[in-house]
């Protein structure tokens, strides 16, 4: 299956020098069967128009830098194939909700930070300090939140996610997945601290179970599974305060 | 050095983009629905407490033939309402462990046991409401 064939590839361009808006240009591009719309992107760059700009590096779903979306569906287009949409003209966008810097790449700033409100990072107890010495784990305390740690930060959830749309402040999908991904480590002590984060409004009650973040995943994450859960979790931190002394948590 | 410029897209007809979101809005939609039953069911109370005039005024409107109508469409409305909240409760509680099942249930199977209590205590209610009828 080597037999070439033609297919149009739209994509969105914006210089932030020279344009006011972005517009769409269009590419005819040949490809073969096994494809990818990244590779198309490619052959666009190294043959048709130098100055297209889009992010990838390591070409096969693991790096998750290629996220953009293809005809309105937030992907990774390393691994999404030219080949399923032939002979429909397809359109690839930079990824949803987050602001254009260039063409198809993003602004992330606003996401890592987020990222960084979490502590996503193992936080031990000090009076439990293991030394040297391996911290061992049952086979089921890893699949606590093995899933979880799956998330390659490609940002595909927050492009499907309404509601950081509409407001930017929602700490989003892949974040609160990451903070339940360390609070759920049976080698972490830090969920005190991550918990002002899953409390605000900007929290896990940003979320209103749209869903679509867990079915646009490409390592099936789960985040909505992991957001749903904290809302339990803050409405008994929220009620067990009262219980507890004062000024202690 | 300055940030670099942006541009940043709206949100203009966002629930045009994906089928999936107006799935979204038609669930929280009927939850609208649920809401203006329960004022309806609440002025009867309130209908109750002024006095039998008012209650049977009440009850006049209850069983017009418009209202009749309205109770399918309010019906179908609870009723889609219920199975898709049943459909994403189990992403809402925390794995459930047991010896038997250490890993907790499967969403299926939360999904199936919650289906059968909203039935279970639909019909318990739905047989006490005719005997009340009586
Ligand atoms: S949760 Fe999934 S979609 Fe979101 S950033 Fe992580 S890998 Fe990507
Ligand atoms: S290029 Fe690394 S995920 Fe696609």
Known sequence: MTQTRTIIIECLRFHPETDEAPYYQSYEVPFTAEMSVLEGLQYIKDHLDGTLTFRWSCRMAICGSCGCMVNNEPVLSCQTFLRDYHPSRIRVEPLAHFPILRDLTIDQTDFLAKLESVHPYLIPSADDDPGDQPRNQTPDQIQDYLGYAQCINCLLCYAACPQYGLNEAFTGPAALALLHRYNADSRDAGKAQRMDVINAEEGVWGCTLVGECSEVCPKHVDPARAINQNKIVSTQDYFLRFLKPRGRR | ?134
């Open chain 2, 1 to 134: 050095m300055n940030p670099p410029r942006t541009y940043t897209r709206g949100m203009q007809r966002w629930w045009l983009r994906r089928p999936s979101y107006q799935f979204y809005l038609l669930r929280e939609g009927t939850s609208v629905v649920i809401a203006l039953y329960g004022v309806f069911l609440l002025m009867g109370m309130a209908a109750l407490a002024v006095g039998p005039g008012a209650f049977e005024a009440w009850r006049a409107v209850l069983f017009s033939p418009l209202s009749w109508l309205l109770h399918l469409v309010v019906l179908a409305a609870f009723t889609f309402h219920a199975w898709t909240w049943f459909k994403v409760l189990p992403l809402t509680v925390p794995p459930f462990k047991t010896r038997r099942f250490p890993r907790g249930f499967s969403d299926a199977t939360l999904n199936r046991m919650a289906l059968w209590a909203w039935g279970v205590v639909s019909l318990v209610i739905l047989v006490a409401a005719l005997r009340g009828l009586q």
